[in-house]
């Protein structure tokens, strides 16, 4: 498969704002995603970015994609003890098929 | 959106036994993916399943060790067979939103426990 890395751990105060990055190999990703898995639960789709696009905005999130270094981030404002989960990078490449990197725990102080 | 339904939701096996995983969506999909979620770990591609033709795995995933089917363009299943311990994991069937911007849509998974 691709390779798809993002850092282990992040650990904000409430109220401040996340960036949790992610790095991808595969030069053909079409589409790139930020899902959430909150603890025993399932994946929620965050927001996603077409890959000819710098940037999307979405509420509290920002996406922001530098494809010529393939690196992704999302940017969470505010961030609220809620958001406390397991935030997944993942890439859609030419022959539809999807890549997940490692996950990155967000923990949430208050 | 689509709406997967996958059985068994859990089970205990034992070593050297298989299992097969069924996977049903409630509307017609081109392809259908399979994935696992080792504990504490991210999602692995198994293999990509497609109606009328053999699934195609990922490196590391052999049809021995996981064969799929897929008879249909809402059912598939997967098989983990001669499981040992380390086959434990929640296995994940999933597919794509039609409009094709890619939203996985996740089965709630199986969890297998392999004894």
């Known amino acids: 498969g691709e390779d798809v890395e993002q850092s282990l751990f992040l650990s904000v105060r409430e109220g401040d704002s996340s960036v949790i990055n992610c790095t991808y190999t595969?030069?053909?990703?079409?589409?790139l995603y930020w899902y959430k898995q909150e603890p025993g639960a399932g994946l929620q789709l965050l927001t996603y970015?077409?890959?000819?696009?710098d940037m999307k905005q979405d509420q509290r999130l920002t996406v922001l994609l530098n494809k010529k270094d393939k690196h992704l981030s999302l940017r969470i404002a505010d961030t609220q003890t809620g958001d406390s989960a397991i935030y997944f990078c993942?890439?859609?490449?030419?022959?539809?098929?999807?890549?997940f990197g490692s996950g990155t725990k967000l923990n949430v102080k208050p | 959106s689509a709406v997967i339904s996958q059985k068994p939701s859990r089970d205990i096996c034992q070593r050297g036994t298989s299992l097969t995983i069924q996977c049903q969506v409630d509307?017609?999909?081109?392809?259908m993916f399979w994935y696992r979620q080792q504990p504490g770990q991210s999602l692995t591609l198994i293999a990509t399943?497609?109606?009328?033709?053999?699934?195609?795995?990922e490196s590391g995933f052999v049809i021995d060790k996981f064969p799929i089917s897929r008879p249909n363009l809402t059912f598939s299943t997967l098989t983990v067979s001669n499981m040992s311990p380390e086959d434990s994991s929640i296995y994940l069937c999933?597919?794509?939103?039609?409009?094709?911007?890619?939203?996985?849509?996740f089965g709630e998974g199986s969890r297998l426990t392999v004894l």
């Open positions: 999933s597919v794509e939103d039609r409009s094709n911007t890619g939203e996985l849509f």
């Open positions: 595969d030069s053909s990703s079409t589409y």
């Open positions: 970015i077409f890959s000819n696009m």
């Open positions: 993942a890439e859609k490449n030419n022959f539809n098929k999807f890549y």
């Open positions: 509307s017609q999909v081109t392809m």
């Open positions: 399943a497609n109606q009328g033709s053999e699934a195609t795995y």
